[in-house]
């Protein structure tokens, strides 16, 4: 079982409409959960980092939100826009101990349409 | 740019030869990672280098798979003896030292498109 499950597995919406993505993972104790997005043929570009004592994090249009106790977080997309197009990615990092191995969920792939 | 640069784009190959990727790291960043990527999975860790320490090397799938990090900077990941189902996008990222915390933010490079026929 995926330490780090992403649903939906897909997603199609049209432009400037919202969507809300969903992350849950079993990975503890953990020390930080970000979200990427990573266009197609390109590297994953990061959104939002959120340690365990943030609830909610922004950047523009998106906003991450965590819940430690569920294990449990999302992102939500606000007027979404055809450049939103994507796959996005939830990944979650255990407590460094020199090292960097991070868990990556399988990604959302959202699809904008006009 | 001042981004992580990876080359070659694209790297086709037979069976059975020794493939050498190579990931140029932004300036200053002393961690620096490789991941794998095949096509419909997520990201699979592969190795990590924090400055001086000695790598995590717990990702890497086979003896097959080796990396390096010479002078701090540049990262060549070697494949030797490649299989078919070593075809996956490599991608390299960098970040500044994570500290306890472990929440500086990852710049990914493009990646390296690798096919073995």
């Known amino acids: 079982k995926n330490q780090v499950e992403q649903s939906p597995q897909s997603l199609i919406i049209l432009e400037g409409k919202n969507c809300t993505l969903q992350?849950?993972?079993?990975?503890?104790?953990?020390?930080?959960l970000r979200w990427y997005k990573q266009d197609t043929g390109r590297g994953p570009v990061s959104l939002t980092i959120?340690?365990?004592?943030?609830n909610t994090k922004s950047n523009g249009r998106y906003t991450a939100t965590l819940d430690a106790d569920t294990k449990q977080s999302s992102l939500h997309i606000t007027a979404s826009q055809l450049s939103d197009s994507a796959s996005y990615i939830c990944?979650?990092?255990?407590?460094?101990?020199?090292?960097?191995?991070?868990?990556f969920g399988q990604g959302t792939t959202l699809q904008v349409k006009p | 740019g001042a981004g992580v640069s990876q080359s070659p784009s694209n790297k086709v190959t037979e069976k059975g030869k020794d493939v050498e990727l190579r990931c140029d790291p932004i300036s200053g960043h002393t961690a620096l990672y490789w991941y794998r990527q095949s096509l419909g999975q997520g990201l699979e860790f592969l190795i990590y280098?924090?400055?001086?320490?000695?790598?995590?090397k717990s990702g890497l799938p086979s003896d097959r798979f080796s990396a390096e990090r010479t002078g701090g900077s540049v990262s060549t990941l070697t494949i030797q003896r490649t299989q078919q189902e070593d075809s996956a996008v490599y991608l390299c990222a960098s970040s500044l030292a994570q500290g306890a915390v472990g929440n500086q933010p990852q710049h990914f490079g493009d990646g390296t498109r690798l096919s073995i026929l």
């Open positions: 959120m340690t365990f004592s943030e």
């Open positions: 280098f924090q400055g001086n320490s000695a790598p995590d």
């Open positions: 992350c849950n993972y079993t990975v503890s104790p953990f020390s930080n």
């Open positions: 990944v979650v990092s255990a407590p460094a101990r020199n090292t960097g191995k991070l868990i």
